[in-house]
């Protein structure tokens, strides 16, 4: 669930909040913790902090994840967000998730690493592939999270739905906790790789990819173009075998609203200090500058004068 700026968790935001009051304080939505977003956006809000200049800071933000983060856009309890591709392209549209809510009025500030959809077991378990899960206590993430998505679009690509698995909401820590004490069968978590989550999780406990029944995944991909093939090698997490999974690239976005200048500053933060970014975030590494100038959504206008420049 959302959290105020008051409850951000980590001691480099909670030593941004010690500073005195500034003109412009923009609340970064991430996700739950133990996935790729909010050490992302924990990274992020140290680089413009230190290279924004004037008036403006960032802090990162607690939240439910991708699928909630243009809600709290729209609601006003984050200037700046991450989300998916896929879901960015809803939200603009008032579909999906966002059919109540009716279009959000936003717009795309940068390209981000890809997320995949690591779906997991203990590397002894009888789980082979997605279908296998039928049955079983699966570990889904937040409920305003990504991984549901991805959830309730592979279900019925298997003739499957919700009512086959016994889901349990919560955070990736948690989710890859449970897993390896045994209360769930797997786990399933729509994060950057390396996760935080599944790092931890390995260090004490094999684990293993749940693979697609042959032609699933690429039935997969053929019906939503925004989604991809990757493939995690096994030195990421040690496993015996790479694991060959569905992703999704990301996007970081804001109201159109929120003002050019301020979003171009924040560009220019980031990708102007790119090396730095690189350096504190594993995931940062696959940010590739040139994909912000090939979206689903527009640019927003101060990130579209940064780009222009460059």
Same mark, same amino acid.
């Not at 896929?86 to 999906?96: D, I, M, R, S």
């Given at each position: 669930?959302?959290?105020?700026?008051?409850?951000? #968790?980590? %001691?480099?935001?909670?030593?941004?909040?010690?500073?005195?009051?500034?003109?412009?304080?923009?609340?970064?939505?991430?996700?739950?913790?133990?996935?790729? *977003?909010?050490?992302?956006?924990?990274? =992020?809000?140290?680089?413009?902090?230190?290279?924004? !200049?004037?008036?403006?800071?960032?802090?990162?933000?607690?939240?439910?994840?991708?699928?909630?983060?243009?809600?709290?856009?729209? $609601?006003?309890?984050?200037? =700046?967000?991450? @989300?998916?591709?896929? &879901?960015?392209?809803?939200?603009?549209?008032?579909?999906?998730?966002?059919?109540?809510?009716?279009? #959000?009025?936003?717009?795309?500030?940068?390209?981000?690493?890809?997320?995949? &959809?690591?779906?997991?077991?203990?590397?002894?378990?009888?789980?082979?592939?997605?279908?296998?899960?039928?049955?079983?206590?699966?570990?889904?993430?937040?409920? !305003?999270?990504?991984?549901?998505? *991805?959830?309730? *679009?592979?279900?019925?690509?298997?003739?499957?739905?919700?009512?086959?698995?016994?889901?349990?909401?919560?955070?990736?820590?948690?989710?890859?906790? $449970?897993? @390896?004490?045994?209360?769930?069968?797997?786990?399933?978590?729509?994060?950057?790789?390396?996760?935080? %989550?599944?790092? $931890?999780?390995?260090?004490?406990?094999?684990?293993?990819?749940?693979?697609?029944?042959?032609?699933?995944?690429?039935?997969?991909?053929?019906?939503?173009?925004?989604?991809?093939?990757?493939?995690?090698?096994?030195?990421?997490?040690? @496993?015996?075998?790479? !694991? @060959?999974?569905?992703?999704?690239?990301?996007?970081?976005?804001?109201?159109?609203?929120?003002?050019?200048?301020?979003?171009?500053?924040?560009?220019?933060?980031?990708?102007?200090?790119?090396?730095?970014?690189?350096?504190?975030?594993?995931?940062?590494?696959? =940010?590739?500058?040139?994909?912000?100038?090939?979206?689903?959504?527009?640019?927003?206008?101060?990130?579209?004068?940064?780009?222009?420049?460059?």
């Amino acid at each position: 669930m959302f959290k105020t700026a008051k409850h951000v #968790i980590g %001691a480099v935001a909670l030593a941004t909040l010690g500073t005195a009051a500034v003109a412009e304080e923009m609340r970064i939505g991430t996700a739950s913790l133990g996935g790729a *977003f909010y050490p992302l956006g924990q990274s =992020i809000s140290n680089v413009v902090n230190a290279h924004a !200049g004037g008036d403006l800071t960032m802090v990162p933000i607690v939240t439910g994840g991708s699928v909630q983060n243009p809600n709290l856009l729209a $609601q006003g309890e984050v200037e =700046i967000a991450i @989300t998916n591709n896929n &879901l960015a392209v809803l939200a603009v549209a008032g579909k999906g998730p966002y059919k109540a809510a009716g279009p #959000i009025d936003m717009s795309a500030v940068a390209a981000l690493h890809p997320s995949v &959809l690591h779906m997991m077991v203990l590397a002894d378990s009888d789980i082979q592939t997605f279908e296998d899960l039928r049955g079983k206590r699966v570990a889904v993430g937040p409920a !305003g999270g990504g991984t549901l998505g *991805f959830l309730n *679009f592979l279900l019925p690509l298997h003739d499957m739905g919700i009512d086959d698995i016994t889901p349990s909401f919560v955070s990736y820590s948690d989710g890859f906790g $449970q897993l @390896t004490d045994g209360t769930v069968d797997a786990t399933l978590a729509l994060s950057g790789y390396p996760a935080g %989550a599944v790092m $931890q999780a390995t260090a004490g406990a094999d684990l293993r990819f749940i693979a697609f029944s042959e032609g699933m995944l690429d039935a997969a991909l053929a019906q939503n173009s925004a989604f991809r093939a990757v493939e995690v090698a096994a030195d990421v997490y040690g @496993t015996a075998e790479p !694991g @060959t999974v569905i992703g999704v690239n990301n996007m970081l976005v804001a109201l159109n609203s929120l003002d050019a200048s301020a979003v171009e500053a924040i560009t220019r933060a980031i990708f102007d200090n790119l090396d730095e970014l690189r350096a504190e975030n594993a995931n940062a590494r696959q =940010i590739d500058p040139a994909m912000s100038l090939d979206l689903a959504i527009p640019l927003h206008p101060g990130a579209k004068a940064y780009f222009d420049v460059k």
